[in-house]
């Protein structure tokens, strides 16, 4: 199966700063990946897919990049309701959908 | 407006048996693979199973394979899991999750409220 990876596990930010959090998969993925946010008590909500498409009725401060093994996460001006936890998904058609391990924004 | 409502969690013994429900509303039920995942406390989530529209093609992850047991039925918008055989590692909130594609295996742009399913003597 395909391992995820996430870092920082936990990232201390203040509200207008710029933040950026890394997935990394265990072999290549090509674009299959999703991002989504969880707010404690909630469900996760879709963010980002196939790597870099913004979900519908998400914030334009929310953007992702990257392909094949590395990706990455970018809010670009943090606000009140983005200190949350964010995990990766890879969708790989050959392999079993796994999760990251989150990286959890909180205040600094 | 997508509605999801996962029912039946509750405190069990291991070894026992549960099964979970997932009422859906505000799209076409048949027509999308839908999927079961869980998260246990303080872990990030785990894709546990999913079917296909018509029922016809199952996944199930290594851990649970051979254990649940998904089903779904059309005529009523409603997604099952039977849980046999529970563990201990099972503990966790179960979240019905429906997907975009019609891939078995694809991200997540729905989800549930979640029920909580507790393995515990």
């Known amino acids: 199966d395909i391992q995820m990876t996430q870092s920082p596990s936990t990232l201390s930010a203040s509200i207008g700063d710029r933040v950026t959090i890394t997935c990394r998969a265990s072999?290549?993925?090509?674009?299959?990946l999703a991002w989504y946010q969880q707010r404690p008590g909630k469900a996760p909500k879709l963010l980002i897919y196939k790597a870099s498409n913004l979900e519908s009725g998400v914030p334009s401060r929310f953007s992702g990049s990257g392909s094949g093994t590395e990706f990455t996460l970018t809010v670009s001006s943090l606000q009140p309701d983005d200190f949350a936890t964010y995990y990766c998904q890879q969708y790989d058609s050959y392999s079993p959908g796994t999760f990251g391990p989150g990286t959890k924004v909180d205040v600094k | 407006e997508v509605q999801l409502l996962e029912t039946g969690g509750g405190l069990v013994q291991p070894g026992g048996s549960l099964r979970l429900s997932c009422a859906a509303s505000g799209f076409t039920f048949s027509t999308n693979v839908m999927s079961w995942v869980r998260q246990a406390p303080g872990k990030g989530p785990e894709w546990v199973s999913g079917?296909?529209?018509?029922?016809?093609?199952?996944y199930f992850a290594d851990s649970v394979k051979g254990r649940f047991t998904i089903s779904r039925d059309n005529s009523k918008n409603i997604l099952y899991l039977q849980m046999n055989s529970l563990r201990r590692e099972d503990t966790a909130i179960y979240y019905c999750?429906?997907?975009?594609?019609?891939?078995?295996?694809?991200?997540?742009?729905?989800w549930g409220q979640g029920a909580l399913v507790t393995v515990s003597s």
């Open positions: 072999q290549s993925i090509n674009s299959y």
């Open positions: 079917i296909s529209g018509r029922g016809d093609s199952t």
């Open positions: 999750a429906k997907a975009r594609g019609s891939h078995l295996r694809d991200f997540f742009d729905h």
